[in-house]
């Protein structure tokens, strides 16, 4: 991370298993060596992809880091899917083997199950001796360069929490990750919290007061656009999953918009222009990369399958790389009107 990489901030979101794409970026990136990150902001995988690659940083540099992250998702795939039935039928789906329609009445008694075990008190996640074996979280907390935000949603009061890198315990990520209908709320000084993605997916205000550089890579997990409209029960539980954690990124996409577009035609006065900060915004999106995959693969995790993720994301930064590296510094490379706020008027 020498002083002559150029500066950006990194904003990783999250969706399960469909992480491991995020992985694919992040692989992609420290093998090419040419970007420095000035913050990085993740929520739930994205979280989880940010503490072990930047304590990969702090141990011995990129290399190191792509060892840890290929480490975490190895051990993410020992561990196995909690809905271990579920996800093999996924599999089988994949594969293109008959009779795994996924029906709704499947969905409601796996919920049924994981709501009795977390009635009993059972608080058991992978996750967490995962990340305490991976994770040197007080090397992670003492990052001399880098700022880390990892976005939880508060049960009680509906707001998102961002951890900052101060602030990051294994607690505060497995926080960043907590699926309502998977484990218990975390409990964090006396709140309570749930995955970050309901409020931010990823948070991107944060690079607009702490990071020096405007430019922002926002490394997608959940498609935004669908060509075709679901019809059946499970494909629109699926849709709607992505809806919603798709809503609070472009809520703050539409935000940039709006202050592109106050600088752009000079609506303010030139003593407040230095007042905003003018983004410069990037995006290597999941639209194409995993349109053949619906929001239940996000439950599976054979090695192989994450394998695939992981190449399927080495393939779109390294694209995004080819195309877009010489803008970082000069000019954001995507028109989010266009991209993002499909018929919103500013």
């Keep these: ?73 190895f051990g993410v795939s020992r561990a196995g899917s909690p809905f271990s039935t579920l996800g093999q039928q996924t599999v089988d789906w994949l594969s293109g083997q008959p009779g795994n329609s996924w029906p709704l009445q499947d969905w409601m008694r796996m919920w049924s199950g994981w709501w009795s075990a977390t009635a009993q008190g059972s608080t058991f996640n ?43 315990t294994v607690d505060a990520v497995l926080a960043s990750a907590c699926l309502p209908y998977l484990y218990p709320a975390i409990e964090i000084g006396e709140r309570y919290y749930w995955d970050g993605g309901y409020m931010g997916n990823p948070v991107l205000f944060p690079f607009f007061y702490q990071t020096a550089t405007r430019d922002i890579l926002v490394v997608h997990i959940n498609p935004i656009s669908r060509p075709d409209v679901p019809t059946q029960p499970q494909e629109v539980m699926e849709r709607l999953n992505e809806i919603t954690f798709n809503a609070s990124l472009l809520r703050e996409m539409r935000a940039i918009a709006f202050v592109q577009k106050l600088l752009d035609e000079e609506w303010l006065k030139p003593e407040y222009r230095d007042k905003l900060k003018y983004i410069l915004l990037h995006s290597i999106r999941a639209d194409e990369a995993l349109a053949d995959l619906s929001s239940s693969t996000k439950l599976v995790t054979d090695w192989n399958f994450l ?20 803008a970082v510094g000069k000019r954001g490379t995507v028109d989010i009107r266009k991209e993002f706020l499909q018929d919103l008027p500013l």
């Design 1 to 73: 991370m020498a002083n002559r990489h150029k500066p950006i901030n990194l904003a990783l979101q999250g969706g399960g298993a469909h992480g491991a794409f995020g992985w694919g970026v992040l692989d992609a990136l420290l093998e090419d060596g040419r970007l420095r990150f000035d913050g990085i902001s993740g929520t739930s995988a994205g979280s989880m992809n940010a503490v072990v690659m930047i304590d990969g940083l702090l141990e011995g540099g990129p290399e190191r880091a792509r060892e840890k992250l290929h480490d975490f998702w």
């Design 126 to 168: 992978p996750l967490r001796s995962l990340l305490e074996d991976q994770v040197d979280f007080e090397r992670v907390r003492a990052c001399p360069e880098t700022k880390l935000f990892i976005a939880a949603t508060d049960v009680n009061s509906g707001n998102v929490r961002v951890f900052q890198t101060a602030d990051l």
């Design 307 to 326: 394998l695939m993720l992981r190449e399927r994301g080495r393939t779109a930064a390294q694209a995004w790389l080819e195309q877009h590296y010489d």
